[in-house]
């Protein structure tokens, strides 16, 4: 499975972009998609993840500012993100992992980056104040 980012770019405080995560296959029925962060000089983290039925989660620093979802018939992941601040400035992954991995297993391991197997290059968010 191929992965591959795009839609970073630079934005000022306050601030809207949206990042698209094209996929070389439909794993959409079988796959846990998910979207990284990993800020300079910083760990990478987890900010949303959709399951194959749709579920989503989000990391509290990005809760009523972000929105992640999918298109099932383009193969494409997305994050909406708005209210952009100064904070969010990081490289942005995308994720996936069947779903089968998390399977009665605690629902904090779908935020955790070594629970992933396919990765994109990353694109680039930078947000100035």
């Known amino acids: 499975l191929q992965l591959k980012e795009s839609g970073g770019g630079s934005v000022e405080a306050g601030g809207s972009l949206k990042l698209s995560c094209a996929a070389s296959?439909?794993?959409?029925?079988?796959?846990?998609m998910a979207w990284f962060r990993q800020p300079p000089g910083k760990e990478r983290e987890a900010v949303a993840t959709?399951?194959?039925?749709?579920?989503?989660t989000y990391a509290e620093a990005v809760k009523g500012r972000f929105t992640i979802s999918k298109d099932n018939a383009k193969n494409t992941l997305y994050l909406e993100m708005n209210s952009l601040k100064p904070e969010d400035t990081a490289m942005y992954y995308c994720?996936?992992?069947?779903?089968?991995?998390?399977?009665?297993?605690?629902?904090?391991?779908?935020?955790?980056?070594?629970?992933?197997?396919?990765w994109g290059q990353g694109t680039q968010v930078t947000v100035s104040s």
């Open positions: 959709i399951n194959d039925d749709g579920t989503t």
């Open positions: 994720a996936a992992e069947p779903s089968r991995r998390f399977f009665g297993q605690r629902s904090e391991l779908r935020h955790e980056v070594g629970a992933y197997i396919y």
């Open positions: 296959d439909d794993p959409y029925n079988r796959y846990c």
